[in-house]
C-alpha cells in the first residue's frame, strides 16, 4: 500500500462526522482513521460492524512508533508508519471486532476562490517555503541558484514595499542626517541585514549601527546622568557591600552597551532612589504598635517559593488588625519585610498547582510579583479569605458585583476610520440604544472587534482611546490586543479594573483557503475578572450568499482550536470555558432570497419590516436549526441590514458588483453580529444592541451592544472557619442518553473551579434505546469535596460534565449544571450534551448540596431569571432546565421560589402567581402594578418545567421512562433546615447582600433617592416586551425588572453596610441601591 495516498486517513474531522461517514458506508468491515481528540499526535481507528462503531486507540511510543490498543491477548505489533499498520491489520484475528475491509474515502470540500483575496491590502506573499532536502511547496527539487535568486526577489519586494511607505510618511520634522541614515539602511543595508540572516546571524550589525547613530546624542548624555543617579542610589542604601560601587560604575563606563539596555538601567534607578526614599521616610515615622487588641489573630502560613531556579522555605504571617502582611525566613524568626494593606494590589490563582502570585506596590507605577506555592488550594484560599478580610477591614473602597461591557464590531472595509466615531460607543443609531443622558457614563470594559482593519495595532488602540477620552474623559487600560492578518480584537478597561483583570489568553484561528490563510477566521482573548471568567471572540467568516455551509464550518473550526481560557478544562471547548463568552464579528450569513429580490428587500428596510427579512437571515435559519451557534443568545434585531451600503452614505445599498464573470449580488444583509451564551442561571442583561448611522467610511456600518453582567469577587465566609464543617455536592440518578452508534462503555468527569480536582464517576451501564441510541445509566452516587463549603459561595459555583469513553478517553458531550439551582433542595435538571458546536445527547439527574451549618444563602444579586415570568410555550431550547423534586416539601423554594414578604410562594405544580410584588434583580420587593393601577401579566415558570414537568421548556424532553431514574430517595444528610414555624410552605427568604457598583473616578460622588417607587415608577403593561435572553435562548414575557437606579445629583444618599473590597485601587464612588421593603431575615438554626 502506498504511503504517499492514505484516502482512509482524515485527519481532524470531529467523532460524530467520523460515525456519519461509516454509517453511510453501511458495510461490516468499513473503516477510516482520525486525529485523536484526547492525545496529540495519536490517532483513533474507527470500524464498523453490526451497525455499531468500534473506536480503537492508535498511540506512540518514546520512539514515535505506533501501536493499536485491541483486545487483550493480543500482541502488541509496532509500526513506524500508518500505512503499514492498517495493511496489518486488514488480516484477520488481530484483536479489532472485525477486520479491515472498506475503506471510507474523504469528503471533498468546497474551497473558496483564490481570486477572493487577491488585494494589495494583505500581507505580501512569501516565497515557497522549503521542506527537508530543498523541496519546494509542489514537491519539485530547486537548485542553489533558485533559491538565492528567491531570496533576492523577496528582500526586493520587502525593500519596495519600506521605501513606498517612507515616501509617504512626513519627515520634515526630522533632523537631516536622520533622514538620511534611514534611507540608506533600506536603499542598501536592508537586503545585507537580510542575508546575514539568512546565513545564521540574528543580530542585523547595519540596523545597529543604525540606532546607535540616530541615538548618538542621547548615549553621551545617559553617559553623563547614569553615574550621578548611581552615586545618588549608593547615598540611600543602608548596607553597602564592598564590591557594589566597582561593580555599577564599570557598568557607567562602558558606553559600548546597547542604548535600550543603559535606558533600562536608569529607569530602575530611578525607581530605586524613590522606593529607598520612601522607605527611609516611612520607617522614620514609624508604628507605635497600640492597636487594639486583635479580633482576628495574626496567622502564619508556610509555603515555598522559587529563586534562582532554587525551591525556598518561607513564611507568610497575615495580621489582619494592623492590615499588614510580613515575610520571614523562620517561623518564629525577625520580620525580613512587610506589605501594607494599600499595597497589595492583586491576587492571581495558579489553574494547576497551589501556587499563588502577589502582586504588590513597591513604587510608583512599578509593581512586584512575588510567586508562592501552598501545600494545598484549601491553605490558598484561606490565605486569600485573610486577605479579603483585611481589605475589607481598613479600605472603603468597593468591589464591584454588576459591571457593564461594550462589545463592538466594524467591518472597516481597508479604510481609514473617519475622525470622530463617538457615536459607536455612545451608542447611538438605529436599534436597542442607550438615552442621551447615557453618553457620558463610561462602560467598566471595552471588546472592539474589527475585520479589513488596514490600521496598525498603536494606531488603532491609539484611535480607540482617543475615542474614549473624548467622551468619558477616562484614560482606559489595554488588557489585550490580539490580531490575524486584518482581523483584530482589541480589549480596554477601567484603570481600576486593571488589577481585577488575571489570567489574559489570546489566539487565533484561521479559516482561510485550506484552513491556512488568514483572511479569514478568529481572533479571541479571555480573562478572569475577580472571579468571574470571559471569553471574547472576533471571527471574520466566508463571504458569499452561496457559501453558507462552508460558513458553519468555519465556526465549528473555530470553535475547536480557538485555545482560550483554563487550560485545565482540555475536554471542554470554549463554549463551556467561561461564566460569559461573547461571540462578534463579520459572520457574513445573509438574506436567503433570489437576486431579482433586491429591490422588494430595499422597500422592505425603508418600511422597517425587518420581521419579514429576519426569517430568511441564513444565521437566524441554521441557528434555529441547531447547525451554528447552539444556545448563544442574541438580543434581538430592531435596526436596518448594516451591509452592503455605498460608501460615504447611509442612504443607498450597493447590491451590486460588477466583476470579470458577470454581475455578483451582494443583497443587504445583517452580516455584523453579536452572540452570546452563558452559564445557567447567571445574571446578564442586554442594554443595547444596534448600529451606527454616521460612520460611513465603510460598506460596512459599526454595531455596538451593551450588557450588564453579574461578577463575583474573593469570596469571604462570613463564619467561624473552625465552626465549618465539611460541605458536599452530591449527583445522583444520572442518566446519559447519547445519539452515537460507538461500542463503548462510558464514565463522567465533574469539573470546576470550586474543586481541588476533577472526579471521575464509576463505568456507567449501556442500554440500548429505541430509538437507536444509547442510554447510559450511572447507578453510583457521587459526592464531590468543595474547597469551601459556605453556601454563599457554593451557589455561585457551575459544574461541568463530560460523558467520557473508556476506550479512548475522548468526549462525548460536555453539559454545566448550576448548584444556585440546588439552593433549598434536591433538584432534578436536564442538560443538553454538545460536544464540538454539535448536540450529542442529553443528560438527566439530581443534585443535592450538604454545606456547613445548613444555611441558605444571601443573595449575589436577584437576578434576571427571578421574579419575572416566563413564558414555558415556543420558548427556545435554553440547553438546561430544573425541576423541584415532589418530595422537596409544597413550598416549593428552588431557584424561583423565592418571594417577598407579600408573596405568595410558587408552587412547582400549580401557577399560583401573587401579582402585589415580583422582585427586582437587586432581590427586592417592588410594586408590580402597571399605569392604569392593574396587575402586570405573568407567566409560567419554566424553571419548573411547565409547573411540575420536568425539562418542560426543553426541546430535548427526557425519555418516558426516565422519571425512574429520578425516584431515589435524597440523602437526608444532605436536607437543609426546615423554614420558620408561622409559614411552613414559605421557603426561607435570603437577605440581599449589599452590591456596590462602579463610575468613573473623575466624576462626582451622586446619591440615590430615599424611595425608589415614588421616583422611579415601572411601567408595567400587558403586553410581554422581549428582552435579552438571561439564558440559552430564554423569553421573557414581561417587562425587565427593574434595575439599581443610576445615581443621581441633588438626592438624599442612602445609607449602606461596608461594601466588600479585595484590591486597592483608586477612589470610586458607590452606586448605592435604593432603600427596599423589609424582607424576612434567615430562620434560625434548630
Known sequence: MSTSYQPWHHGNITRSKAEDLLSKAAKDGSFLLRDSESIQGAYALCVLFQNCVYTYRILPNEERKLSVQAS????????????????????????????????????????????????????????????????????????????????????????????????????????EEHQQSIQEYFHTSLCLDAEQAQNGNPNFPRLKKLTMGICKHLNSEISRTLPTLEAFQRLLDQQLSPGVGRMRSQVSADSGQAVSFRLEQITKLLYSIEDKAKAALFESVGNDGSHRKSLIPPITFEVKSELLGLTNKMFIKVDVETGKIYFKKYKDGPEDKYFVHNKILQLVKSQKVAKLVIVVETEKEKTLRKEFVFDDTKKREGFCQLLQQM???????????????????????????????????????????RDDTADHIPHDIYVIGTQEDPLGE????????????????????????????????????????????????????????ANALGNK??????????????????????????????RNQNY????????????????????????????????????????????????????????????????????????????????????????????????????????????????????????RRSYPLVHVFCQSYGCTNDIMTSDHSPVFSTFEVGVSSQFVSKHDPNSVSQGGIKFMNCVATLMTKSKTKFFLEYHSSCLEKFVKSSEGENQDHSDGNIKVRFGNQVELVPIISDPEYLLDQHILLCVKSTDCDESYGEGCVALRAAESSYTEFQVTLTHHGERTGTLTGGVQLRTSGGKQTEKLYGESYMGVGYKSVGVTDRGWSYSMSPRSGSGGGGVGGHGGKDQTPVFPRKTVYDHSA???????????????????????????????????????????????????????????????????????????????????????????????????????????????????????????????????????EATSTKPRDYRDSSELPSKLRPTSRPIQPLPKEG
Open 918 to 1052: 415580583v422582585r427586582s434583580p437587586t432581590g427586592k420587593a417592588v410594586d408590580n402594578v402597571g399605569e392604569d393601577e392593574k396587575p402586570a401579566e405573568m407567566f409560567d415558570n419554566p424553571l419548573y418545567g411547565s409547573m411540575g414537568k420536568s425539562g418542560g421548556g426543553a426541546k430535548d424532553s427526557p425519555d418516558p421512562q426516565s422519571s425512574k431514574d429520578h425516584l431515589t430517595a435524597p440523602d437526608p444528610y444532605f436536607s437543609f433546615p426546615k423554614p420558620s414555624d408561622q409559614d411552613p410552605d414559605r421557603p426561607p427568604v435570603p437577605t440581599p447582600r449589599n452590591r456596590s457598583y462602579t463610575c468613573s473616578e473623575t466624576k462626582p460622588p451622586s446619591s440615590v433617592p430615599t424611595s425608589f417607587t415614588s421616583l422611579h415608577p415601572l411601567p408595567y403593561t400587558k403586553n410581554p416586551v422581549k428582552p435579552s435572553r438571561s439564558e440559552g435562548g430564554m423569553v421573557l414575557t414581561a417587562n425587565k425588572p427593574p434595575l439599581p437606579m443610576k445615581s443621581r445629583p441633588g438626592q438624599a
Open 72 to 175: 487483550e491477548g493480543v500482541p502488541i505489533r509496532f509500526f513506524s508508519v500508518l500505512a503499514d499498520l492498517v495493511e496489518t491489520y486488514y488480516s484477520p484475528n488481530m484483536g479489532l471486532a472485525t477486520h479491515l475491509q472498506f475503506p471510507v474515502q474523504k469528503e471533498e470540500e468546497p474551497e473558496e476562490e483564490p481570486g477572493q483575496i487577491i488585494t494589495s491590502k494583505y500581507p505580501p506573499q512569501l516565497p515557497p517555503r522549503k521542506g527537508p532536502g530543498g523541496l519546494s511547496a509542489n514537491g519539485s527539487k530547486e537548485t542553489h541558484g533558485g533559491e538565492s535568486q528567491t531570496s533576492e526577489l523577496a528582500c526586493a519586494s520587502l525593500r519596495d514595499t519600506y521605501l513606498q511607505r517612507l515616501q509617504q510618511l512626513d519627515m520634515s520634522n526630522l533632523p
Open 391 to 433: 481589605k475589607n477591614k481598613h479600605s472603603d473602597k468597593p468591589e464591584p458585583d454588576m459591571i457593564t461591557v461594550f462589545v463592538g464590531t466594524w467591518n472597516m472595509g481597508n479604510a481609514s476610520p473617519p475622525h470622530s466615531i463617538a457615536s459607536w460607543f455612545q451608542c447611538k443609531g438605529q436599534g436597542k440604544t
Open 458 to 513: 498603536k494606531e488603532w488602540i491609539d484611535t480607540l482611546k482617543s475615542a474614549l477620552r473624548g467622551t468619558t474623559n477616562i484614560s482606559f487600560k489595554q488588557i489585550a490586543i490580539q490580531t490575524l492578518w486584518n482581523i483584530r480584537i482589541v480589549v480596554l478597561a477601567k484603570p481600576e479594573h486593571e488589577n481585577r483583570i488575571s489570567h489574559i489568553f489570546s489566539d487565533s484561528v484561521k479559516t482561510g483557503i
Open 556 to 675: 465549528v473550526s473555530i470553535l475547536r482550536f480557538l485555545n482560550l481560557g483554563d487550560k485545565k478544562l482540555n475536554p471542554f471547548d470554549i463554549t463551556h470555558r467561561f461564566t460569559h463568552l461573547f461571540w462578534l464579528g463579520d459572520l457574513n450569513y445573509r438574506i436567503e432570497l433570489p437576486s431579482t429580490e433586491a429591490e422588494s428587500i430595499v422597500t422592505k428596510i425603508k418600511q422597517q419590516q425587518y420581521q419579514e427579512l429576519l426569517c430568511r437571515d441564513q444565521l437566524t435559519i441554521e441557528k434555529g436549526e441547531g447547525k451554528v451557534f447552539l444556545h448563544y443568545d442574541e438580543e434581538e434585531i430592531t435596526f436596518a441590514p448594516t451591509y452592503r451600503f455605498e460608501r460615504d452614505t447611509r442612504e443607498k445599498y450597493a447590491y451590486t458588483k460588477a466583476k470579470a464573470t458577470g454581475t455578483k449580488y451582494n443583497l443587504p444583509s445583517w452580516c455584523d453580529r453579536v452572540l
Open 521 to 550: 477566521g478568529a481572533v479571541g482573548v479571555s480573562f478572569m475578572f475577580n472571579g468571574t471568567s470571559f471569553g471574547f471572540v472576533n471571527s471574520h467568516l466566508t463571504s458569499g450568499s452561496e457559501k453558507k455551509l462552508r
